[in-house]
């Protein structure tokens, strides 16, 4: 009796449970998802504003029309957020109160590139999204055929100038030119080039220290490209439409002129010297044919003098 008294409480306290929770359920489930029950958070460190709080409620509102908690359907509401172009990331999910929680990640552009009459953003993972027509991001302006595969390294060299602040006022743009990159300056109209992607880091350094020391000392307009593409060295090259520049090409034009010249003088004295030895050969192959044919006789002619030896054998 007593084993079935206990089996029969058991029994009674699961089923009142169960009907408790049930009822918790449906008075849950029958709960409106007001707005002041929807949380949104974005959580990226650069503030971006592609997406605004705005836009989030409005797709929890088409998503849920009824805008009951037992309408809603999560993972639904989730997808369709990580599907808009700008965000990074979603995470949706309520709690016990029925208060809806959306932590959002938007893509913090690191580049704006314009490619083949095409303008999009890329960001730190290499992806692409569009621009916004309500939201523009100051970011690095990058021209020409990027191709995708590049997008990581070109986002790690915007990364490495945005960092430093000399870099970051000096360069306002990047352009890729067939194969080779070239950084665009602030200050005068020349460009840098550095080439490929690697070895970035050696390369910006080394800009950087010929900039400070020698650079900023010279007029702005003094050249029309300094590279830093080769390893190892830094080369100039002179803006021939700045006035002061004149006496420099000048002179290199002067040393280019003279080159050719010189050639022209050499050219002549190879000339008879050539044609000299040309006239002393004919005579001197017939005095070395006529030596060897009177040396050769008696050569061979003091063959007997070998059989010397064997006289002095028989002697002793």
Do not use: W
Request: net charge positive; charged share 30%.
């Amino acid at each position: 009796m007593k084993n079935k008294y206990r089996i029969l409480k058991i029994a009674v306290t699961v089923i009142i449970l169960g009907l408790l929770l049930s009822f918790s359920l449906k008075r849950f489930s029958g709960q409106k998802i007001t707005d002041n029950k929807i949380s949104v958070k974005m959580n990226e460190k650069t503030p971006v504003y592609f997406i605004d709080e705005k836009d989030i409620r409005e797709i929890v509102k088409k998503e849920n029309p009824s805008g009951k908690v037992g309408d809603l359907n999560i993972p639904v509401l989730e997808k369709k957020i990580n599907s808009l172009p700008a965000v990074d990331s979603a995470n949706v999910y309520l709690n016990l109160n029925g208060k809806l929680y959306l932590d959002i990640k938007q893509r913090v552009p690191v580049f704006r590139l314009n490619k083949e009459g095409r303008d999009f953003y890329v960001d730190e993972k290499g992806t692409e999204f569009p621009i916004s027509k309500t939201y523009s991001h100051p970011c690095m302006l990058v021209t020409g055929n990027v191709k995708p595969d590049e997008y990581q390294k070109l986002a790690e060299l915007v990364g490495k100038i945005d960092k430093d602040d000399f870099s970051k006022k000096f360069f306002i743009g990047i352009s890729k030119d067939k194969d080779d990159y070239n950084l665009l300056t602030s200050d005068g109209n020349y460009k840098v080039e550095i080439g490929d992607l690697d070895n970035i880091e050696f390369k910006v350094k080394g800009l950087k220290t010929f900039v400070e020391k020698y650079l900023v000392f010279q007029d702005p307009q003094k050249y029309s490209m300094v590279s830093v593409k080769y390893q190892n060295q830094i080369v100039t090259t002179l803006n021939p439409y700045f006035k002061e520049n004149d006496s420099i090409l000048k002179a290199g034009n002067k040393e280019l002129a003279k080159a050719p010249v010189l050639a022209a003088v050499k050219k002549p004295d190879v000339l008879p010297r050539t044609a000299t030895n040309k006239t002393k050969t004919p005579s001197a192959k017939p005095k070395e044919n006529i030596k060897p044919k009177t040396t050769a006789k008696p050569k061979t002619e003091k063959k007997p003098a070998a059989k010397k030896p064997k006289a002095k054998v028989k002697i002793e």
